[in-house]
């Protein structure tokens, strides 16, 4: 079997995107373990997909150029992961849209189209709910990671076939020692200004979340988990301010690559990130983390696992208090552990459905 995983890969600077990818593909192989997997995303297109643009996209259609239809008739599945959280308008039509045709083209080209586990909604505008109501009916398989993006599609017409988690729970556990304390990984993406927090406000927190962590006797370890790119929120950059701006040097990992991010955040006590799949990566391997939430995206994924660690940066009185309370609670490893067989059970549900859709594309 030839799949097509859309807007996922495994070279992306973005590590969620690569845990994306490769959670994606490992759920695949469960079902399928010979399938030949082709990742297509905006870092890594092939010229036969003009992914820039919508009118790109429309005038591949009309005009046949590029030999779009013929390559994405090729492929026996295709199974599209909108990069986790992007089935969505909050990023903005024009991404939506651009998601929306690749996948209405490759149904048109005779593929089966499956939509991965991720986020579903929110949709704000009329235009973002009709291409969603579309993508959803032209699906021959939709599966949400969590509860509230099951209601969202729900409430467009067209219910999940399988409600389930992230797929990074689909990835192999790294054995290694517990080697460091805490694992704090800083955001880029909220390091300067946004549309999600007041960056200056983050920054603040964060800088106070290490001085009462030091005064706690906690050893930190910095993490990237968006590496350098053209892309201006690296983890990296906000790191170098964060230590320019400090007077005692702090352990940094800039991971080179998926595996070596897993492994650093198996060996740490505990994990504390803005990043999401920072804290996944964490808690798929067992390790317990503090998520500190942005969007929509982690709460509903996170209590449907019984993970009620979260500190939400949009409306807590008090973040780092929050914070050291949850770290300081001795429950906190063995929590993390239940989240592990919740998950398993929730993936078995997904690898089921994405058997018996197989099944009809062989049929």
Same mark, same amino acid.
């Given at each position: 079997?030839?799949?097509?995983?859309?807007?996922?890969?495994?070279?992306?600077?973005?590590?969620?995107v690569?845990?994306?990818?490769?959670?994606t593909?490992?759920l695949?192989?469960?079902v399928?373990?010979?399938?030949?997997?082709?990742?297509?995303n905006?870092?890594?297109?092939?010229?036969?997909?003009?992914?820039?643009?919508?009118r790109?996209?429309?005038?591949?259609?009309?005009?046949?150029? /590029?030999?779009?239809?013929?390559?994405?008739a090729?492929?026996?599945?295709?199974i599209?992961?909108r990069?986790g959280?992007?089935f969505?308008?909050?990023?903005?039509?024009?991404?939506?849209?651009?998601?929306?045709?690749?996948a209405?083209?490759?149904?048109?080209?005779g593929?089966?189209?499956v939509?991965?586990?991720q986020t579903?909604?929110?949709?704000?505008?009329?235009?973002?709910?009709?291409?969603?109501?579309?993508?959803?009916?032209?699906?021959?398989?939709?599966?949400?990671?969590d509860?509230?993006?099951?209601?969202?599609?729900?409430?467009?017409g067209r219910?999940?076939?399988?409600?389930?988690?992230?797929?990074?729970?689909?990835l192999a556990?790294?054995?290694?020692?517990?080697?460091?304390?805490?694992?704090?990984?800083?955001?880029?993406?909220?390091?300067?200004?946004?549309?999600?927090?007041d960056?200056s406000?983050?920054r603040?927190t964060?800088?106070?979340?290490?001085?009462?962590?030091?005064a706690?006797?906690?050893e930190?370890?910095?993490?990237a988990?968006?590496?350098?790119?053209?892309?201006?929120?690296?983890?990296?950059?906000?790191?170098?301010?964060l230590?320019?701006e400090?007077?005692?040097?702090?352990?940094?990992?800039?991971?080179?690559?998926?595996?070596?991010v897993?492994?650093?955040?198996a060996?740490?006590?505990?994990?504390?990130?803005?990043?999401?799949?920072?804290?996944?990566?964490?808690?798929?391997?067992?390790?317990?983390?503090v998520?500190?939430?942005?969007?929509? /995206?982690?709460?509903?994924l996170?209590?449907?696992?019984?993970?009620?660690?979260?500190v939400?940066?949009?409306?807590a009185?008090?973040?780092?208090?929050?914070v050291?309370a949850?770290?300081a609670?001795?429950?906190?490893?063995?929590?993390?552990?239940?989240?592990?067989e919740?998950?398993?059970?929730r993936?078995?549900?997904?690898?089921?459905?994405?058997?018996?859709?197989?099944?009809?594309?062989?049929?």
């Amino acid at each position: 079997m030839r799949t097509l995983i859309l807007w996922a890969d495994d070279a992306s600077p973005n590590l969620g995107v690569r845990a994306l990818g490769a959670g994606t593909a490992a759920l695949l192989r469960r079902v399928h373990p010979q399938s030949e997997i082709v990742f297509q995303n905006y870092g890594m297109r092939v010229p036969q997909l003009p992914i820039g643009r919508l009118r790109s996209l429309l005038a591949e259609r009309a005009t046949g150029r /590029k030999g779009m239809q013929r390559w994405l008739a090729g492929f026996d599945l295709v199974i599209d992961t909108r990069s986790g959280d992007s089935f969505a308008d909050i990023y903005g039509i024009r991404r939506l849209a651009v998601m929306s045709a690749v996948a209405e083209f490759a149904a048109q080209a005779g593929v089966a189209v499956v939509l991965g586990p991720q986020t579903i909604g929110p949709f704000r505008t009329a235009t973002g709910r009709a291409l969603a109501r579309r993508s959803l009916r032209r699906s021959q398989l939709v599966m949400a990671r969590d509860s509230e993006s099951a209601d969202a599609a729900g409430a467009l017409g067209r219910p999940v076939d399988v409600l389930t988690t992230d797929v990074v729970f689909a990835l192999a556990r790294p054995e290694v020692q517990k080697s460091r304390d805490v694992v704090l990984n800083v955001s880029g993406l909220l390091w300067h200004p946004n549309p999600h927090v007041d960056s200056s406000r983050y920054r603040g927190t964060i800088h106070r979340l290490l001085d009462a962590l030091a005064a706690d006797g906690r050893e930190v370890t910095l993490l990237a988990h968006v590496l350098e790119s053209d892309n201006p929120d690296s983890d990296i950059d906000a790191i170098s301010e964060l230590l320019t701006e400090r007077k005692h040097r702090l352990e940094t990992v800039v991971p080179g690559g998926l595996d070596n991010v897993r492994r650093t955040v198996a060996s740490a006590n505990v994990v504390l990130g803005s990043r999401m799949h920072a804290c996944l990566n964490a808690l798929s391997t067992g390790t317990p983390a503090v998520p500190l939430p942005y969007s929509r /995206k982690f709460g509903p994924l996170l209590a449907d696992l019984g993970w009620t660690r979260s500190v939400d940066l949009r409306t807590a009185a008090d973040p780092v208090e929050e914070v050291l309370a949850q770290t300081a609670d001795p429950r906190l490893t063995a929590d993390a552990g239940r989240v592990l067989e919740v998950a398993g059970d929730r993936l078995e549900g997904a690898v089921a459905a994405l058997a018996r859709g197989l099944d009809r594309v062989a049929t």
